[in-house]
């Protein structure tokens, strides 16, 4: 049992999860994409702290799901008021801020 | 007495400033003031002068407060009331006394008298700075005084188009000779660290040769620029646009001699130099050849008398430059010349007046019956100009050429005999003005009724003819000037001269004859045609254009300037101009189309993040690789 196989599947979540920030335009979905990269990084994290045998790695994740929690509250309440107002949640029709 | 004698140049300031400042209030009462500040500072001028003579050192320095002190610059502003001075005060308050009031009658009908009053008070002014300061500075304020003066008075007419480019061209000639002084200014400073004439007289003896001839040059060049002297003499003819009495006081009497005063006050720099003698001695002659053969081709009164007077001070310039023997006879016809050539113009004022400012000489003719004031005050005048024994110009002019003869080289000989060719030359246009104007057949044109000026007109000029009769003799004979300024100059110099005074005279008088008789032989002889004849001579075109020295000033000078100017102008707009607007427009140009990149869709940023985190990566990766 090695710990390269947990480095594997954290590669091919993050790989997933930025490709779907990437490509899809409903704003849940490209929410839950950049969880899933947050969460493959926590893997990483975890499996370097346990390859080394200390916890900083933990300690890592904890303050990384923290933010995450924070980030969760914020983003899901900016899209509710996106929603709100433009009866739409993709991420290509909130394009107002530019040149 | 002469520690007030700072009360001269106080009185006409303050009288120019009431004037000024006053505005139209002053209107009813201005010409008053204005006459009255420079009558009595002629009486004090006459007391100061005469306290003066009472001491036994005759020279008094008179410090008033500091101009300017900075660092080891210390530049006191003090009077200096010396035999030199005091001449010069005399002349400027005593004839300028005469020419205000003749203004008074002259300007009566003029809406802007007050104004021409508080010119003339500032010029005034500033004159008497110029005589009386003690140091260079002080001389060099005075200096641009009188240009400033001369240049409201030229374009007091400013509505006219000639008289607004005359003062122009006035003021431009004249900065380029105050270049000169300054640079000779600033020479003294930086060589001597004084300029007061005290102590730069004291130090100049230990310096460099070179450096004497060049504050000689230098100063030389101001004189010019102030003179209307070669190469600097084209502005003063057309000064005449100016009103006749400014004429009269400024570019006759007094300023235009202001160049031929800086000389004989720096008498002890131009000592120890004798290049730069010689070189004003040579601008003298040439100046005053070149000023009599234009006087005898032009028609207009005025100008004829302003190329008279160029050829005057060219004669002044001659007298100074011969060093010891030439100052005084200089001064005496600075003096002399100041009384007759104000009278003339005052002559041809009263003639304007009569003929409703006309000032063709081609259109007078026969005035003598109707202007008989004026005809015998310009007559006395004329003998006094052109020299005959025993008016001014006699004893004055002819003692310059007969010095020049002195000097017994062939330098002295050529000088001579051109100052005596200017002598015939002089006695020729003054004739052929005198039959134009008051002889021959009157061809006045439709509508002149001619009339004599009023009293306040012809008393000032009655005054100045008995002057200019008299003050040849007076200033030569009865009170000898050489005593007088012996102070300054040295003990009077008996000179044995070359050519016995006798036969001199004799020699000089029928020179200025055949100069009488060939212009009644050209003009008197003849009918004089009321137009100027076409074909004439290429001697005659060219004494009317000046000897081409308005051509040659646009050639040499004026061309180049635009061109210069225009290349300027363009390297200004295409090269700086375009640098700059260039760098301008390609920072806009760029930031808009950089601005395109900013969409506002948030995946594209998310692509842009993800491409710099996977070569942030990348390049650690290299480097912990490599």
């Known amino acids: 049992m090695t710990l390269s196989w947990y480095l594997v599947l954290a590669a091919i979540l993050f790989t997933i999860g930025a490709v779907g920030v990437l490509v899809r335009r409903n704003a849940i979905v490209v929410f839950m994409c950049v969880e899933l990269m947050l969460n493959s990084v926590n893997l990483t994290l975890v499996t370097f702290a346990r390859a080394n045998g200390t916890v900083d790695g933990q300690i890592m994740a904890f303050f990384v799901m923290v933010v995450a929690a924070a980030e969760v509250v914020v983003g899901l309440a900016i899209i509710m008021s996106i929603y709100r107002t433009r009866r739409s949640a993709s991420v290509d029709d909130a394009n107002l801020l530019k040149y | ?626």
Request: net charge positive.
């Open chain 2, 1 to 626: 007495m002469l520690t007030y004698s700072w009360l001269l140049i106080a009185l006409p300031l303050a009288g120019a400033a009431v004037l000024l400042l006053g505005g139209r209030r002053t209107d009813r009462w201005g010409h008053l003031l204005g006459t009255a500040t420079v009558v009595v500072a002629f009486v004090i001028g006459l007391v100061c002068t005469i306290s003066l003579a009472g001491l036994d050192k005759k020279s008094v320095n008179v410090d008033l407060f500091t101009f300017i002190h900075a660092g080891s610059l210390d530049i006191p502003a003090g009077l200096l009331y010396d035999p030199l001075s005091a001449v010069f005060v005399l002349l400027i308050t005593g004839v300028g006394s005469l020419i205000h009031i003749y203004s008074i009658g002259y300007m009566a009908h003029d809406p802007g008298r007050r104004r021409f009053f508080a010119y003339l008070n500032l010029f005034i002014a500033a004159m008497l700075l110029l005589v009386l300061g003690n140091n260079y500075v002080a001389l060099y304020v005075g200096w641009e005084g009188v240009g400033l003066a001369s240049y409201l008075l030229i374009a007091f007419w400013y509505t006219r188009p000639a008289a607004a480019t005359a003062a122009k061209k006035a003021f431009i000639m004249n900065r380029v000779g105050d270049v000169g002084l300054a640079l000779a200014i600033f020479l003294m400073f930086s060589q001597l660290g004084t300029t007061s004439f005290q102590g730069v007289f004291a130090g100049v003896g230990a310096l460099a040769g070179g450096t004497v001839t060049a504050m000689g040059l230098l100063l030389l060049l101001g004189a010019c620029g102030k003179s209307g002297q070669f190469p600097l003499q084209a502005w003063l003819p057309d000064a005449m646009e100016g009103p006749t009495p400014v004429s009269a006081l400024i570019h006759a009497a007094t300023m235009v001699t202001a160049g031929v005063y800086l000389i004989a006050r720096s008498a002890p720099i131009y000592d120890l130099t004798q290049t730069a003698r010689t070189v004003v001695m040579c601008i003298g002659a040439l100046t005053l050849l070149i000023g009599a053969i234009a006087g005898c081709a032009f028609d207009d009164i005025k100008k004829v008398l302003a190329y008279s007077t160029v050829s005057q001070i060219g004669y002044m310039f001659l007298a100074v430059g011969l060093g010891p023997i030439g100052y005084v006879a200089g001064l005496a016809h600075l003096l002399a010349h100041g009384f007759f050539k104000a009278g003339l113009f005052l002559g041809a004022g009263s003639v304007m007046h009569a003929m409703n400012d006309q000032v063709d000489m081609r259109r007078f003719g026969g005035l003598w019956k109707k202007l008989p004031v004026t005809f015998w005050t310009f007559a006395l005048g004329y003998v006094a100009l052109i020299g005959l024994i025993p008016f001014s110009g006699y004893w004055t002019k002819d003692a310059i050429i007969n010095a020049t003869f002195d000097r017994g080289d062939w330098l002295g000989d050529a000088l001579g005999i051109a100052a005596v060719l200017g002598a015939g030359l002089t006695a020729f246009y003054m004739t052929r003005l005198m039959i134009m104007t008051f002889f021959s057949r009157p061809r006045w044109e439709e509508g002149v009724h001619p009339h004599e000026s009023p009293a306040v007109m012809t008393v000032p000029m009655v005054v100045l003819a008995v002057g200019s009769v008299a003050a040849g003799y007076l200033l030569v004979e009865a009170f000898p000037l050489a005593d007088w300024m012996a102070p300054d100059f040295g003990a009077r110099h008996e000179a044995t001269h070359v050519i016995a005074p006798l036969t001199f005279g004799i020699g000089i008088t029928v020179v200025a004859l055949l100069g009488v008789g060939l212009a009644w032989l050209f003009v008197g002889r003849r009918e004089v045609p009321a137009t100027a004849p076409v074909r004439v001579s290429f001697v005659t075109r060219a004494a009317r254009n000046a000897l081409y020295a308005d051509q040659v000033n646009e050639s040499l000078f004026m061309r180049p300037g635009q061109w210069l100017t225009r290349a300027l102008v363009f390297f200004d707009n295409r090269g700086v101009d375009g640098a700059v607007n260039g760098l301008a427009a390609t920072l806009g140009g760029s930031s808009s189309r950089l601005g395109r990149t900013q969409t506002g869709f948030v995946r594209t940023y998310a692509l842009g993040m993800l491409g710099g985190a996977v070569l942030v990566a990348g390049a650690l990766l290299a480097v912990t690789a490599g």
